[in-house]
């Protein structure tokens, strides 16, 4: 089976989440499944950068009149199953080469371009379905979030009606992000008038890159199968909740994985010293590096609470902040790493300099640090208001730093609750709590801390968490069997 991956990050080329952790492991994991992957990404700076022997193997002109380049490489530094992995690359550097963010400039502002930029992705991919490629086409092109949803929708409008058609599968990684443009880019996205309407991509008078994958992929996924229930709800479907009911006979959640060449904690050469969960002891010497690292106090008996994450709304971030006293108050610490909306940027700056070595915060993002504070820490903290998949949680619990989540999403299906059933049956991995609440989120603290004070049930719950296994061989294969109902291999 020949898949075309589609999407605008990959890791460890460019990231600004946990896309870019998805796309960068799906491809080695789907070949192991049997497929033959090759992939298409924009040709952002840090893609151009990563991308050997790129050729030309095509060209295709644009709805505005531009003609756009396609070249073929491997990048070096993502594994693709045997070797490198294949990757087509759209280079056109009047709308990708920019510095920094690939969606928004400086001010963080989404580029005035980006209807053009991600619809010249999109039909990129439609070519490709088509034959750019004269040694290779996709039996299938499987594309991932909004940047990504305009191929599903120029695949089932390809203008050649006798043409084969390529059917595609899109990933819904975060439906909160929608790729939203005023109509008077329709033509410029080269889609017929047809398409403009509610059964179609229009969206409230607007065009959604994110409706036109929903409404034209042939099957939909998305990252965790309590998400995929809770996005065809009112309060979770941001709107699109009726398309996706009318859809859930082709909708389903693949719950996401760890990459284990990267997220392991016995071979993560980021920490000053390896464990596992035969011989945690090295855990201790990662805490307490840490603690002098980030300038908290090297208390090793302090129940150490670290967040890494985009500091949005999403993430539950207010919880936390209104938390940080009585964490300190209660013998914890608090670190986090992240960055994203200043204000929540400042007010974690002012949290660490109000709490000098109990609380400390890095603003920024830093892949190395991430690692040694997962090893190092003992909770990893995740309130989120809603999580279609989290990684961070699956990281956490692979660390022994033990997951505080709320039971939403992606998190409800990873992480066990402790209570005195699943203390006895050793199931309990994490701190499960369900009300968006300051006092929910503060009394999830208190069990944590109490529990820490139990060192041989903390450390019963640790050994669950960290023999869980979270891999992308079984996620891969429940791709390939969606796959399968559509090109029926
Ligand atoms: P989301 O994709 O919604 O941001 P996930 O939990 O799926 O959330 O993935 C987040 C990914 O980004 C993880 O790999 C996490 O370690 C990483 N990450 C988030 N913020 C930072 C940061 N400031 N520095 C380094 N890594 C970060
Ligand atoms: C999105 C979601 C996150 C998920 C990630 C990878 O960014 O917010 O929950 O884990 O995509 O699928």
Known sequence: MRILQLSAEIFPLLKTGGLADVTGALPSALHAAGCEVRVLLPGFPAVMAGVESAETVGQFLAPWGETLQVRFGALADVPGGEGPLKAYVLDVPGLFDRPGNPYEDAQRRPYADNARRFAALGWAAAHLGHGLDRHWSPDLVHGHDWHAGLACACLRLWPDAGARRVPSVYTVHNLAYQGLFGPQHLEEIGLPQVAFQMEGLEFHGQISFMKAGLFYADRITTVSPTYAQEIQT?????????????????????????????????????????????????????????????????????????????????????????????????????????????????????????????????????????????????VTLIPSRFEPCGLTQMYGLKYGSLPLVRGVGGLADTVVDADLATLEDQSATGVVFHDFTDEAFQYALRRSVALYRHPRAWAKVRRSGMRQSFSWIHAAQQYVSVYQQLIGH
């Open 234 to 378: 009112t309060e979770q479907g941001c709107g699109l909740d009726g398309l996706l009911r009318a859809r859930s006979e082709s909708l389903s959640g693949i719950l996401n994985a760890v990459d284990d060449a990267v997220w392991n904690p016995a071979t993560d050469r980021h920490l000053a010293r390896n464990f596992d969960v035969r011989r945690p002891g090295g855990k201790v010497e990662c805490k307490s590096r840490l603690q002098r690292e980030m300038g908290l106090d090297d208390a090793a008996d302090a129940p150490l609470f670290a967040m890494v994450s985009r500091l949005a709304e999403q993430k539950g971030v207010h919880l936390v902040l209104a938390a940080v006293n009585s964490i300190v108050q209660s013998g914890g610490q608090l670190l986090v790493l992240g960055s994203g909306d200043a204000e929540l940027e400042r007010a974690f700056s002012l949290a660490a300099i109000q709490h000098p070595g109990g609380v400390a915060v890095h603003i920024g993002y830093d892949e190395a640090l991430a690692h040694r504070i997962f090893a190092g820490s003992d």
